[in-house]
């Protein structure tokens, strides 16, 4: 009694190619459509921050308030003199 053990010799290699691919293209599909449609659900919930809001927390993050009275009084004077010109 003989057993064929070269079980990838007898068949066709190019069907077991073809096999893989087709086993891996559904398992892309699927992880695609799971986080298409079941993830992106959550993240819908969460508002989003304008860009003018962020922006300014950004800053906030960086800058530092003004401790020194002079430099605060030239501050203010330079606020003062930009909003007249810009009127």
Do not use: H, W
Not at 9 to 18: D, I, K, Q
Not at 36 to 55: L, T
Request: hydrophobic share 35%; charged share 30%.
């Amino acid at each position: 009694m003989k057993l064929n053990i070269n079980v990838l010799g007898s068949a066709n290699t190019g069907l077991y190619f073809l096999y893989i691919i087709l086993v891996f293209g559904a398992l892309c599909l699927i992880v695609f459509l799971i986080r298409k449609f079941v993830i992106n659900k959550n993240k819908d919930k969460k508002e989003k921050p304008d860009e003018e809001k962020a922006a300014s927390e950004t800053l906030n993050r960086y800058l530092e308030d003004v401790k020194d009275p002079e430099a605060q009084k030239q501050f203010d004077e330079y606020e003062q003199n930009s909003n007249n010109e810009n009127k």
